[in-house]
């Protein structure tokens, strides 16, 4: 049987949180179902998490899960990581979804592609709306590095995840991604964007 668990933990960034899906066997490797990027608060954090995971409460991470909290903790740092190892669970997305995320994931640390590019690359040109609509739903940001993927001529489009585009912004400051003109008024500042959303 699949059990859904989830833990919040501590980053440079602020609390983050992370959910995995389980089925019962010590041998089998949890997979990430959902990934939250910080709330103002932890308890925000962790309400969040909790409302979008089938979980009974927080647990405490198995090693595997351990260490890629370990890893997100060293990225956000700037020691940059490379996430396309760690098994996801993208069972609760359509098949669309999962290409746009597969696409997504092939983006390095540092570099960004917009709307537009990943819709060419998945063969579908004219899809750039829908492939913006999918990344909006990401369940797991980070991992399935959304964040990366920017509007034409490097506007920075939007993002759905606490702290919006500040957010996004941050994230690509720490990946020393260059991502167009817009730069110099994303600065980040998680505290003022987090309170007013």
């Not at 959902?34 to 932890?42: G, V």
Request: net charge positive.
């Amino acid at each position: 049987m699949v059990q859904e668990k989830y833990s919040v933990f501590d980053t440079p960034i602020g609390c983050c949180g992370i959910a995995w899906s389980e089925n019962g066997d010590a041998f089998a490797r949890p997979a990430v179902t959902r990934f939250q990027l910080p709330e103002a608060t932890e308890k925000q954090t962790e309400t969040r998490i909790a409302r979008n995971t089938a979980a009974q409460g927080s647990a405490a991470p198995p090693p595997r899960i351990a260490a890629i909290i370990e890893r997100v903790r060293k990225h956000l740092q700037g020691e940059l990581q490379d996430f396309r190892d760690i098994p996801l669970d993208l069972r609760a997305v359509g098949p669309f979804a999962q290409r746009v995320y597969e696409a997504a994931q092939q983006i390095p640390a540092g570099e960004t592609r917009t709307y537009g590019e990943l819709a060419q690359a998945l063969k579908l040109p004219t899809a750039a709306q829908a492939v913006g609509q999918a990344l909006a739903n990401n369940p797991i940001p980070l991992l399935i590095p959304c964040h990366r993927v920017l509007a034409a001529r490097g506007r920075p489009g939007g993002f759905s995840a606490p702290g919006g585009r500040a957010t996004k912004a941050r994230l690509l400051e720490i990946e020393g991604s260059n991502f167009g003109p817009d730069r110099t008024t994303l600065s980040f500042n998680f505290e003022r964007a987090a309170n007013s959303g």
